[in-house]
């Protein structure tokens, strides 16, 4: 048996007896006299080969002077002792080392795992090659990666590599798309980590989601007691429009009305944003593009012959549709008219164009695929015994939902009805679809979230906190699902488990006549349009930041 061999179970021996006591029985938990934990094993010794345990000191920087028991002189004898012991061979060292302790008080053994114990708490990360270093730390969490920065400078230096949480990053899913803003105060230090600084902040971005804080969100107040029909978010700029025929432009960051944009003489219905490019569509049967940061009105766009009751925007192209029972497709830089699409007999309710093809839902119950280039209704997928109100299409599916309770799902080439989604008692006034899982808002006053490969319902949101009237808007985000609802309240879901977070908006006319018309979220921001019908909640927009750290709060505060 070598140095090690032996060393460690003399070692052994001491922690036992000191666990176990004099008479062989354990000690009660928690009462044990060492700490059990963070020891080297033999193998992992093997790139140094002291022989004795003066030799381990020195190898791991000690004085060869280690401080002596302040009990008087030496016992008479002693250095003959010790020349008897060093000629004995191992296994007989072993022998007298364990009569030595099965004599010693306790006393004496702690005395011995105090010297002994320090030696094999070595720095391991230190003696490895830098690369091997980041290598080990690879296999830690992120919030492990932050502890081990705290051990002492050299491991906080391999814990800021950039490169070491870029991957940490890449393996929580998080880009540097979200643009990083700035600290105010940076100190020069050659170990910061941008990458770090990302991860850090999308932590504390899903933290504030998830938890909140005790802040009040920012109150945007505008269109007096008239509805907020539509909104929009883009970048720093929100905006709203109403059946007070205006549109109003507000920073998302002062919560100023930067702008009101008049021209309409009817009530704004919809309207679709892009960048400072705004396109609104009214009751007085006309389209108009706005540049949000001027006011001006670009182009008004003439034809339809009643109200513009919904829209969608791909590119430079937006894809209106009317009472009138047509759909047009326009050039949002010329104000051109391009294509007019007819085949519905009965209002237009909501439309999606992915570039490509356009889809319709009526009135009329039908659904309509089409060529917006030829003017060709490719497919007219019929199933539902009511009115369409909203639709979803990804370039492979089509889903539409209905007055009749249910929701389909198409397959845009074949036009075939792939799966019927029922389940909800009510009108589907709201879904949204992305990576084969949708979540649809319903007027009975449930959320739920579906499998449209499977047609599964994967998880209905409701229970004791769920929304006690109609949905009605939605959104989903970072593995999350906004609803608001006519109860007055906003409603935070974990789109994976269908768990209730918390209430994230709850109005305090909630119950009476508080009404969450409309909210558009952002990674870092959500937005909402409330009021009521009855004057109990005034006209107002509802900013939440989720991207705040302690230094900007502390600045809200004063």
């Known amino acids: 048996m070598g140095f090690y061999g032996t060393l460690k179970l003399i070692f052994y021996k001491m922690k036992r007896k000191l666990d176990h006591g004099p008479d062989g029985r354990p000690f009660p938990s928690g009462k044990k006299h060492c700490k059990g934990n963070g020891y080297l094993s033999p193998s992992s010794l093997a790139l140094a080969t002291p022989t004795t345990f003066g030799d381990l000191r020195l190898a791991n920087g000690h004085s060869a002077q280690r401080r002596r028991v302040n009990s008087g002189p030496p016992p008479s004898g002693l250095q003959d002792w010790l020349l008897t012991f060093q000629t004995w061979s191992g296994p007989e060292r072993l022998l007298a080392l364990d009569e030595l ?16 114990e320090p030696q094999f708490q070595r720095d391991f990360i230190s003696l490895l090659p830098k690369e091997l270093a980041l290598y080990v730390l690879t296999f830690l969490a992120p919030r492990d990666l932050l502890q081990a920065a705290q051990t002492c400078r050299y491991w906080r230096i391999l814990a800021e590599d950039n490169l070491l949480w870029r991957e940490k990053c890449r393996e929580e899913g998080i880009s540097d798309s979200v643009p990083y803003r700035r600290r105010e105060c940076v ?7 941008p990458w770090k600084s990302v991860y850090i902040r999308q932590h504390r971005i899903e933290t504030n989601w998830r938890k909140g804080d005790t802040r009040e969100p920012m109150v945007l107040k505008g269109h007096d007691d008239h509805v907020i029909t539509c909104l929009q978010f883009s970048g720093d700029l929100i905006v709203s429009g109403s ?26 219905w919809c309207s679709q944003m892009a960048g400072a490019t705004v396109i609104s569509g009214s009751t007085d049967r006309t389209l108009r593009v706005w540049d949000a940061e001027s ?14 009751r919904c829209m969608h925007l791909h590119g430079e192209r937006v894809v209106s549709g009317s009472r009138d029972t047509t759909l047009r ?10 294509h007019v699409l007819t085949g519905h007999v009965a209002a237009v309710r909501c439309v999606q164009y992915d570039g490509r093809r356009v889809v319709s839902g009526g009135y009329d119950y039908m659904v309509k695929v089409w060529d917006p280039e030829t003017e060709v209704c490719l497919h007219t997928l019929q199933g539902h015994t009511n009115r369409v109100y909203s639709l979803q299409f990804d370039g492979v599916f089509v889903v539409s939902g209905s007055l009749d309770t249910s929701i389909r799902v198409w397959d845009v080439e074949t036009g075939g009805c792939i799966h019927t989604l029922t389940g909800h008692q009510s009108l589907t006034s709201g879904m949204e679809l992305r990576d084969n899982i949708l979540v649809s808002g319903n007027a009975d006053s449930t959320v739920r979230v579906w499998d449209v490969r499977t047609g599964q319902c994967l998880h209905t949101l409701q229970g004791p906190n769920k929304h006690q009237s109609a949905v009605t808007c939605l959104q989903f985000c970072r593995g999350l699902v906004l609803s608001s609802s006519d109860d007055g309240t906003v409603k935070l879901w974990d ?4 768990a209730w977070l918390r209430d ?8 009476s006549g508080g009404v969450v018309w409309r909210i558009r979220a952002s990674d870092t921001r959500l937005v909402c349009a409330a009021g009521s019908r009855n004057g109990t909640e005034e006209t107002k927009l509802l900013v939440l930041d989720f991207d705040l750290d302690d230094t900007k709060k502390d600045a809200d505060m004063k």
């Open 504 to 511: 994230v908006v709850a109005l305090q006319s909630r119950g």
């Open 495 to 498: 789109l994976h488990t269908g």
């Open 295 to 308: 006011g001006e009105c670009v182009h008004a766009l003439y034809g339809h012959t009643s109200t513009v």
């Open 101 to 116: 302790i099965d004599r010693c008080e306790t006393s004496q053994v702690k005395h011995m795992m105090q010297v002994i």
């Open 187 to 193: 100190r020069p230090d050659a170990s910061f980590s």
């Open 243 to 268: 059946d007070d025929n205006t549109l109003k432009v507000w920073s998302a960051i002062t919560g100023k009305c930067l702008r009101t944009l008049t021209g309409h003489t009817g009530g704004v």
């Open 329 to 338: 497709v326009w050039d949002v830089s010329t104000g051109r008219c391009e």
